[in-house]
């Protein structure tokens, strides 16, 4: 009996090593795949327009946003602020994140009604390292384009002296987890649409919905708080609140943009448990629409 | 090909099933609005939580409805629990339920029972209280007593209270007896007769600032950090359905010291700084005034809920500064590098308006002599470089929290900021073209 | 105990292909017969391989088999399920039962270590079109890890005459020249196993002799070749071997000449008639020397008949009897074409008469074809 029970557990412990074994080689394969996938796809970016167009965007909408500060300061005199490049930094970060998600996903889209997904399929690149690939590509688009933020905002600070601190990297370095958040999603979004329209039409539609639920909420209970209309326990208004609330609640857990405005607001006051908290839920939800993703191409096919 | 076919309609006829669907049920609620729009709202009994509760500076009252299963507290500060049964309803205006007080407003009677994390349960009775302050320093006499405490200082206050009205009566006899002298003394003198003139009036009494409220019955809780369960047992073992709630009692995260900066361009309109990550930037060469204030932080909701059961819009992972008193009078150091190279103290200021058509002010220190009170007090600060300025009380140590970035801002045009914005355009347009000469171009067909 | 007839004609190619033990290679001189030895495992091997998209059945238990060395022509008319096939060979597209083995090993596609080992050309020319065709070629060179990228890439390029044009945007590339671009891709790495679907689709004259060049030499290196392909002439000139496929069943599997000589080895005769003449067929396959009539257009017949003596003569007397004026009467060797074209016909005839549900008849019934 304990002969045989030995004999049971060697041959289970040899399987064990030869999944794990076999388990390693898969990923150190799919690393070095998804690596040259991103690699292709990040030199074909860089040789097209579109990231500096938008990179340049970006800095346009963070300058108006310095230069309001400094024009309120011009006004009044005094201007109190504890990090005055993190909201420009933040809007840099959420509008290259957006453009990154549509990027991302109309790349996906196209490599596979042009074909070009299919002839890398045939060769050692399945699809979690081909969604990888893409991933790490736009993981580090952006990160190039965080770096010319910094570099922005360091010398814009030495033009006018307002202070750049060592935590704007932080705000960078968060923006690039919801970025991947967000082009994870796009990629989710590309695998499940069949043609560049539907997809694109589709990741619009999730994004305004996000929009519609942050913002629609207040403007809401504003409006009700103002009295406007007659208001009652029955008061569409009221269903509809509650159903923007339920929705704004909900999409705190699925938008890797709130969390990392959560994220920042933990940076701002130094909280480190938090930041790891916010951080770690971005990572889920990456992790969670990249499987989405990983599962939606398996399913469809190339 | 007919499946495929017979597929598609389904779907269509679906489809239309689902959009009629929503239409119908979009309808319906619409309909609700309409007849019910003129009723009074419907009063329900209920047994709710009724609290004062300390908020740093002064007490805030508030009540739990039962539908809410938290109640919030500061730690290590007297806070009030009355169990009441009272009639509440929905206010849609505002979307929140409010207690109709004056119609029901009754103490439930009970023992409350408190449970923290690790199992240890406490039994609390029902006490008198009071909560008293001064109105000349709330912040700084503001006290809770209770039992027999409580009613010995009422007992005091009541006694000022009445003293205040036997002075005051004293005071008016006086003042009557002042008038009657007046009314003497200018009566003779009609009549040619000598009368001496009373000296002047009695000096007015110093108002009555002194605060107190009734002796009232509730639980007087204190806690340290924790998380607790509380509910309330009948006087015959029962316990209070709706009365079982989760506390958790709260510490602030930092305490520190916020500032009121007031810009000599434009006195009236000051700038907070709470948060010791605050840089404040102004001109070159503008003065400023600084009114600092001990503050601390604390969870925006736990903070939110303790003083409003009801607030909404409220995130647990955000702080907010609640500030409490003034600070007492302290040094006020500049520092470049590590160097102190000036001090300031608080002084009192005297803005006089410019006489003429420039309709400008010059803000002035105070001088008793000639003016009867001074606008503001304030540390006064100059921005030439930037540094750092920080409190040093008498000892000559640092105020924790006090200190701020200080920095002039320089004037940059703002097209430059928009060019500087074009660097990654100039970057890509070097990319392109380099891509551009490795290319063969495409031949034309 | 009882000696089965043998059976002849197609039934007999159908018989074999149905026979787990057949061996039926033609060898063929210019290519190294050794590498094809009986009873190698096989690169390629099927096994009841189905397909079933909801109630359409594309591929319907094939049994496929690839052996080492050899170049296998895979036919089959457009929708007959070889796409389905290759697809599910190269772990795309998931079997709904079946088995596939892939250089002797079991292959769903997700192992890397096999996919390393083969080389895949698609019937589109699917490229980065941004690229130049250098870095085309360099990003799969890392992908397949090869040692020397340059001087493969080179080596590739200069046998396909691409070299001259490497810095060429794949935009701008014809679309022979994309498909001679695919096949130096799917040759870098220097893999075991090609796989080609359609690889001189495209190319001009000049192309296809390149191609078909470059794919004996890489043959006679020892490489094994699938080439899945409708230009019958092609497979004619290289494939040792050829597998037929119609509605996702493998119809036929033998040699090019083997298959000649298995649809009756009879005299193949081309008639051209002056006018169509329907009924005529029928009348023609009752006679004793006619095996098969093949309408390859309404006046263009081949008639397959019984092998023996010259049967040309009693042929136009027929002809001749029935009314008939025959514009021209030649004898033509058996090609691919014909075999292709006799097999997939007879199959086509057969699955429209029959009910769908009793197609097992195939195996059973078609010596009367």
Redesign the interface.
Known sequence: MIGRNVIGWNVIGRGCRMASARFALQLSDRLYASWQVARRALISTLYSPGIYVISTLTLLAASTLVLNNLAFLSENGLLVLTRPFFLPAFVCGVILSLYLSLHATLQLVREREQGTLKVLLFGPVDGVSFLLGKLWSHSILYGLAAVMVVLWAVVLGQMTNLLVQVDLIGVMGLGLLANGGIVALGLFVGAWGRTARTSLIVLALVLLLALIAQFGDQALVQMINQGVGQANRQDPVRFLRAALDGLHGLILWLSPLAQMSRGMDALLVADGAALLWRAGAIIGQTALYFFGAAWALKRGGP | MN?KLLNHKETKTQSKMCLFFCLFVSLW??S??LP??A?A?ERREAFVWATAVFAGVQYESTFTPPDSDTLYLLADANHVLAPRSTLVY?W????RLLADWPARNELVDGTLVLHNSTGQKERLEITDYVIQFDGDAPAETLALHKGQEALAQYAVFDQARQAYATALHAQFQLEQDYQAALTAAAQAATKGEALAIPDGPPPPLPAFTRYSTGVKRAFVLNLPVGEYTLWLEHPDGTEEPASRKHLHVFAP?RYGVGFN?V????WT?P???D?P???????SG?T?YLQPFAEF?VNELAYGRMIDAQA??L?E???VWVHTTPYPDVTLQIIQGRQVVAGAANQPYFVRQRPGASLGYSIEEFDPATEKSPNFYGYRVTLDE?ARIQLVNGDGQPVMGSQR?I??????D?W???A??????F???V??LW?RR???P??QQ | MFDTPKPSGIMSVIAEVENEDRFYLDPFPSHPALLMQPGATPLIRTEQLCKRYGSFLAVDNLNLHVRPGEIYGFLGPNGAGKSTTLMMILGITRPTSGRVEVLGQPFDGTSFALRQRLGVVAEDAWQYDEMTAYEYLAFFARLYHVTKPGSVIQARLERLDLWERRHLLVGGYSRGMRQKLNLCRALLHDPELLILDEPVSGLDPNGIRQVRELLVDENRRGRTILISSHILSEIEQTAHRVGIIDRGRLLAEDSVAGLAARLGGGQRIELELSAPASDLSHLLVAQPFVQQVVEQTPTRWLIVCTEGDDVRPELARFLVGQGTLVIGMRQVESSLEDSFVTITNAAVRAWTERDWAERDWVERDWAGV
């Open positions: 499946h609620l619409l609700l609005s019910v729009s009723q709202p929905d849609s205006i505002t979307n995260r900066v810009p000599a361009s434009k309109v700038e907070l700084s948060d990550r605050n840089a404040l930037y102004a001109q503008s400023i932080e909404k819009g995130q992972d955000r702080f930037a970035d920095r002039p801002i320089r004037t940059v703002r430059v900021v928009y500087l914005s074009l660097l990654p355009l970057i890509g347009g990319v392109l891509r490795r290319v063969e495409i031949p």
